[in-house]
């Protein structure tokens, strides 16, 4: 029965995985078209994948906060304001999951980088020379890398031209950047970073603690797209 319902998630997740890659699409022709219903469809997809766990259970909570959530985008779409709705999904990305990580650094928790070791690579792993310190630091670096990016990501639409923030409230932005540009790095150069940030930390993970075994980066990948939502589910990191 169990390994039914883990074939199941994975399959499920197999089918949201095209989903959610075209999410960028959607938002960069919004943006680059000007057009509100691209960038309505992608909001209205993005919402309904991140949420489609909860609804799939049946519950009336969950429905009643995603038809609100569509009632609000719908409000949002008669003033013409979906597009600044959807820049913000980014900002808000970057900002949640650097307090996820940095939530668990207090004394008394366990650093989330150490939780997702445990829960892939089992509680033996965390024992091993310098893997502990490594996770409370590399902890660290996501926490610090995802919250920088957030605050990137608001100064680059505040500065935007045209469409910015400061230009749609009247005011000259002191250093005025192009709106395809900004554009394309908030809905697509973003999260290309996140990708090449974590190849590059796999990358140097295998030089500097090479005295270990490692798992290759496709099994690795593969455990932490199962084992994820779990986790960070969880509302503490402590032991």
Do not use: K
Not at 210 to 226: I, N
């Amino acid at each position: 029965m169990h390994a039914h319902v883990m074939s199941h998630a994975r399959r499920a997740r197999g089918r949201a995985l095209p989903l959610l890659l075209a999410y960028p699409l959607l938002a960069i022709a919004g943006a680059l078209t000007h057009r509100q219903a691209f960038s309505l469809a992608a909001i209205v997809l993005l919402l309904s994948l991140l949420l489609w766990p909860a609804l799939r259970t049946g519950r009336p909570v969950p429905w009643l906060l995603w038809l609100g959530l569509l009632a609000g985008l719908a409000w949002l779409a008669l003033h013409g304001l979906v597009v600044l709705a959807l820049d913000a999904v980014p900002v808000l990305v970057n900002l949640l999951l650097a307090w996820l990580f940095g939530r668990t650094l207090r004394a008394g928790a366990q650093p989330l980088v150490a939780r997702f070791i445990e829960a892939i690579e089992g509680t033996p792993r965390l024992a091993m020379p310098g893997i502990a310190r490594y996770a409370r630091q590399l902890t660290w670096f996501w926490t610090v890398l995802l919250g920088v990016q957030g605050i990137v990501l608001a100064g680059l639409l505040l500065c935007e031209v045209p469409g910015g923030v400061l230009a749609a409230l009247g005011h000259r932005p002191p250093w005025p950047l192009p709106a395809g540009w900004v554009q394309g790095y908030v809905h697509a150069g973003g999260y290309a970073l996140i990708v090449a940030a974590f190849v590059l930390e796999y990358l140097f993970r295998r030089w500097h603690l090479r005295h270990l075994p490692h798992l290759a980066l496709p099994v690795l990948l593969h455990r932490l797209a199962l084992r994820w939502p779990h986790l960070i589910r969880s509302r503490d990191g402590a032991r």
